[in-house]
Each structure stands twice: as structure tokens, then as C-alpha cells.
């Protein structure tokens, strides 16, 4: 019984993930427009160099600072 729950929540899971690209885009695209700035949460990111400081101390295997910390 618990293999077929198992299986039955891999396949709902492919369902609802099957588009989850295409839909997160358009989500990031209206994000921008609505909020005037025509750049995505993930532009922003990638320009802001605080963010960018904090990831690579993070890959180095650094503790954190102000963010994440």
C-alpha cells in the first residue's frame, strides 16, 4: 500500500511540476513589470554585489555574514 501512495505522489508531482520553467518565468517577468523595475528578482541578484560577496564566502565554506547569518 505505501509503495503505491509512493507512486501515486511521484506521477501528481511530475503533473504539477511538468511546466514549472515556463510558469516561474512568467511569474518573474509580471514581477517586473508590476513593479517598474524590468529586471527579475534573479537580474537583481546577480548586479548586487553585497549578494554576490555573501554566496562565494558561502561556496568557500565561510560562514555567512548579514544575510544568511
Do not use: H, P
Amino acid at each position: 500500500m505505501d509503495q503505491c501512495f509512493k507512486e501515486e505522489k511521484e506521477r501528481m508531482l511530475k503533473e504539477l511540476n511538468k511546466d514549472i520553467v515556463e510558469r516561474r518565468a512568467e511569474e518573474e517577468a509580471q514581477a517586473a513589470v508590476s513593479t517598474g523595475t524590468n529586471m527579475t528578482f534573479a537580474e537583481y541578484l546577480k548586479k548586487d554585489k553585497t549578494y554576490q560577496k555573501e554566496m562565494a564566502n558561502i561556496q568557500k565554506g565561510e560562514k555567512a555574514g548579514s544575510w544568511f547569518g
